[in-house]
């Protein structure tokens, strides 16, 4: 049973929506007393749930030329006119790197339990080799004390998709298998200077988009468009994990008591018709997606369905390689964002889908599209809470029952303040749906552990530059102002209970 502050009662009517069954809403419309929330039942996580919000080092930090900070490829590809939505950039974003004191202090206003944030490889080796640059380590130690200061455990993502420019330009980038011990001496670098205080680790971020959006589709940087890259790009990205992965194995996790994992991005496929063909278009889909990833960690080896339709194209691990993957992972890091119907090949006009296949599409021969009736996001994602918790029993049943932590999960509204308080009525909306999703996926034995709400604040949405709000708290890019929004007043009662409503 949980109590809840009068404060509270401003989010009655969110709190009070029903999302089970399969439906995304059924509003519930009771005008509720403050008697009646407080006897309110509570959907309860269990008790060592972890509660955090998260962000990444280009999105948030700017000070792009300040200590000794080398250029990233997403410095040079923001850069070029016409790649980003009014050429915005990262080069101060929200200034996070002078304000990180402020922000911390709008954690520990909230109640945050753990906060993720990226290391931007370039702060630490600016060229992404050779010895580490002082004033990059200072940074992120004096970030790492000031939360532990204020309770909030951090989770450290050591690539959020900034790779040191001269990797890119002298090495090619993620294409040349050498990057592997790269970023093993990289990361090697990180646990050194950090593990005595940091004890959760991510390698990747999402090495689908690296991939796919990356050097498929050329999207995000190094804005490479071809269909044979991603491949490639996606073998060495989860050659690197390992290689990092057991640089930390075999120096410091025995000292440091840390877990590591890496943080795999997949919406839900479900199958537009009950018929075989579409359900195993569904299945391929979620292979070409999250197996592409996983399987070789939780497998040792990429998902047949992708050998038989890539052949060549999809490079082999060595006998070394899948040993050195296999169980590289001390959790399941997952970042889930939205669902799509799926069906088999084409549409019968031949069109390619306008939302992408989640991937190469050709290669898949799956068809996506959406229900009308759905409501989306500002990014076009489609909110459809059933399909979060579909996801997390397919990775429970496929995985064998991993612990899984939600790495991110959020979305976008484009909720302005007036009079100094930001009403993100939808978010609120969103993230509560998305949490009961959850809380049905632990009741049927998923081992969910924590969730991150992506983000803690507005933030440079890539491609989308600024024009994307995924933030608890508002930031006022003309002068810096940060204010919490209501999800974020919303959210603090959601930790401080325990669970949603
Ligand atoms: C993730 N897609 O990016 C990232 O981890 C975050 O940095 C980002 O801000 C957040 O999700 C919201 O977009 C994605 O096109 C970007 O499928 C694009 C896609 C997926 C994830």
Same mark, same amino acid.
């Given at each position: 049973m949980g109590r809840i502050s009068g404060e509270c009662i401003d989010f009655g009517k969110y709190l009070f929506k029903d999302y089970s069954n399969n439906m995304m809403? @059924?509003?519930n419309h009771l005008r509720l007393s403050k008697l009646n929330i407080i006897g309110a039942n509570v959907k309860k996580f269990p008790n060592d749930f972890v509660w955090g919000t998260a962000t990444s080092s280009y999105q948030i930090e700017g000070a792009s030329q300040v200590g000794g900070r080398g250029e990233s490829i997403w410095d040079a590809f923001t850069h070029i006119p016409g790649k980003v939505v009014n050429n915005d950039h990262g080069d101060i974003a929200c200034d996070h790197f002078h304000k990180f004191k402020e922000d911390i202090q709008f954690m520990a206003d909230m109640g945050l339990q753990a906060y993720r944030f990226s290391v931007a490889w370039p702060r630490i080796q600016p060229d992404g080799k050779g010895k580490a640059n002082p004033d990059g380590i200072r940074f992120y130690s004096e970030l790492i004390d000031t939360l532990l200061a204020h309770n909030i455990t951090p989770w450290v993502t050591l690539y959020h998709w900034d790779l040191p420019l001269s990797l890119q330009l002298c090495h090619d980038g993620w294409m040349n298998p050498q990057i592997a011990e790269d970023f093993a001496k990289y990361a090697s670098i990180c646990f050194d200077a950090f593990g005595d205080r940091v004890s959760n680790w991510?390698?990747?971020?999402e090495p689908w988009c690296s991939a796919v959006l990356g050097h498929g589709l050329g999207v995000h940087a190094p804005g490479r468009v071809s269909p044979d890259e991603p491949y490639i790009v996606g073998h060495n990205l989860? $050659?690197?994990?390992?290689l990092a992965v057991h640089e930390y194995r075999s120096r410091f996790q025995s000292r440091q008591k840390g877990q590591i994992a890496l943080s795999n991005n997949c919406d839900w496929r479900?199958?537009?018709? %009950?018929?075989?063909?579409d359900r195993a278009a569904a299945q391929r889909a979620l292979e070409f997606f999250l197996g592409w990833f996983a399987d070789p960690v939780y497998k040792g080896d990429y998902p047949e369905v992708m050998r038989? $339709?890539? =052949? %060549? @194209?999809?490079p082999q691990f060595t006998e070394e390689e899948r040993a050195m993957l296999l169980g590289s992972a001390d959790y399941f890091g997952l970042n889930h964002y939205t669902t799509m119907y799926a069906a088999n090949g084409q549409h019968s006009n031949g069109e390619v889908s306008a939302f992408g296949? =989640?991937?190469m599409s050709a290669d898949q021969d799956v068809w996506l599209s959406a229900d009308p009736e759905w409501h989306q996001t500002d990014m076009k994602w489609n909110i459809v809470p059933w399909g979060f918790r579909k996801l997390l029993q397919w990775i429970d049943d496929r995985y064998n029952s991993p612990d899984i932590y939600v790495m991110e999960n959020g979305c976008a509204f484009n909720d302005q303040p007036q009079n100094g308080r930001v009403a993100d009525k939808r978010r609120i909306e969103f993230v509560q749906s998305y949490l009961s999703?959850?809380?049905e996926a632990i009741e049927a034995n998923v081992k969910l552990k924590g969730y991150f709400l992506w983000s803690f604040m507005d933030?440079?949405?890539?491609?989308?530059g600024y024009t994307k709000r995924f933030g608890i708290h508002h930031v006022d890019y003309r002068d810096g102002t940060r204010i919490p929004k209501d999800s974020a007043k919303w959210y603090r009662h959601v930790i401080e209970q325990n669970g949603v409503l």
């Open positions: 809403v @059924r509003e991510l390698t990747l971020n989860l $050659r690197a994990h390992a479900e199958p537009l018709t %009950d018929s075989p063909e038989e $339709r890539l =052949g %060549d @194209r999809l296949n =989640g991937g999703a959850a809380h933030n440079f949405e890539w491609a989308l």
